[in-house]
């Protein structure tokens, strides 16, 4: 059974950075695309930015603008989201999905696997 547990999250005050890490175990991670979604409250997964399981493509949602960088470690079955200049409407629950199959996403219907979130808060 596939496994994600993320890590990172916190409070932190407006342009300052975070790195979440998200650790898989239960399958073959380095076969898997990989995303960043983000969730505010009462809303729907937002898409914040996927990887290709080589990890040498990524892709990013609009909003964010050359502020994160999304990264993974196969050797270590662990994708990063890099977080600077962060505002305060960056503030919501981030999560790693796991695709098994196919290639990168944007939608979160694509994802089969989810961990269970690390809280962002950005204060002003």
């Known amino acids: 059974q596939v496994r994600l547990v993320e890590s990172g999250g916190g409070l932190v005050q407006t342009g300052g950075s975070l790195r979440l890490s998200c650790v898989a175990s239960?399958?073959?991670?380095?076969?898997?695309?990989m995303g960043w979604f983000r969730q505010f409250p009462g809303k729907e997964r937002e898409f914040v930015a996927s990887?290709?399981?080589?990890?040498?493509?990524?892709y990013y949602a609009a909003f964010v603008r050359g502020r994160f960088k999304i990264s993974s470690d196969n050797a270590e079955n662990t994708v990063y989201l890099q977080m600077n200049r962060l505002r305060p409407e960056d503030t919501a629950v981030y999560s790693c999905g796991a695709r098994r199959g196919g290639t990168y996403s944007g939608r979160a219907s694509d994802f089969d696997s989810w961990g269970q979130g690390t809280q962002i808060t950005v204060s002003s």
């Open positions: 990887i290709t399981s080589s990890g040498a493509n990524q």
């Open positions: 239960g399958g073959t991670f380095s076969s898997w695309p």
